[in-house]
């Protein structure tokens, strides 16, 4: 057999090879593409929002706001960057926010955080942290949401955020299917196009 020969077999091998590694590694990634409830694969999962247990605690099941979804997806691309966000900074800048004062005067819940932060000591704060971002990062976790659009807290009545144009908007703003834009009137037709939502 001819070196040329021979050359040509191993390359074939290799490249046999390389399929067979590639499928091996397929068969080891998580295929989930959304959030799940199940975890059965037995791969560990890479998909960020499978891993809120990080913000939110350990036993809640929570679905992510939105806003901070999109806020989310731009400072992690992997689970090592979510967890090397800070959540005491968050909690330290979302507390800094003009509306927080306001807020805490005005609910209950938050009233009862405070006076539970204030009286823990502060190596035992991780978990009233997760409570504190569960109920402004997550949808439903109370009345208010945190707006990282508007560096802002916004009461659930008076704003939400538009998925379709990655921004916060005033609760008499809709989306309009037809031209993909966001319109002012709740019950208004488009200013764009005059479709009635």
């Known amino acids: 057999m001819s070196n040329e020969e ?20 397929e068969k080891n990634k998580c295929d989930c593409l959304k959030e799940c409830s199940t975890r059965s694969s037995g791969v560990p999962c890479e998909n960020i929002f499978n891993h809120m247990e990080y913000f939110f605690g350990e036993n809640e099941k929570c679905t992510v706001h939105p806003c901070f979804a999109r806020w989310l997806t731009k400072k992690a691309k992997n689970l090592d960057e979510l967890q090397t966000i800070d959540r ?10 003009f509306n927080y004062r306001e807020m805490c005067l005005d609910d209950e819940e938050f009233q009862e955080w405070t006076v ?13 942290i997760q409570s504190f971002l569960r109920m402004l990062l997550s949808e439903g976790g109370s009345t208010f949401y945190y707006s990282f659009c508007r560096n802002d807290i916004i ?13 916060c908007k005033d609760w008499r703003e ?19 196009c005059g479709h009635k939502g």
Do not use: F, V
């Not at 050359?7 to 046999?16: L, P």
């Not at 005491?88 to 926010?97: D, E, F, W």
């Open 6 to 25: 021979n050359t040509g077999a191993s390359a074939i091998i290799t490249e046999i090879e390389q399929l067979n590694l590639n499928e091996e590694e």
């Open 88 to 97: 005491y900074a968050l909690l330290r800048h979302i507390k800094r926010n």
């Open 116 to 128: 539970e932060w204030k009286s823990t000591a502060k190596d035992e704060r991780m978990p009233l």
């Open 155 to 167: 009461e659930e009545d008076c704003g939400w955020h538009c998925i379709e144009c990655r921004r």
């Open 174 to 192: 809709w989306h309009c299917k037809k031209c993909n834009k966001c319109t002012y009137g709740a019950s208004s037709p488009c200013q764009r």
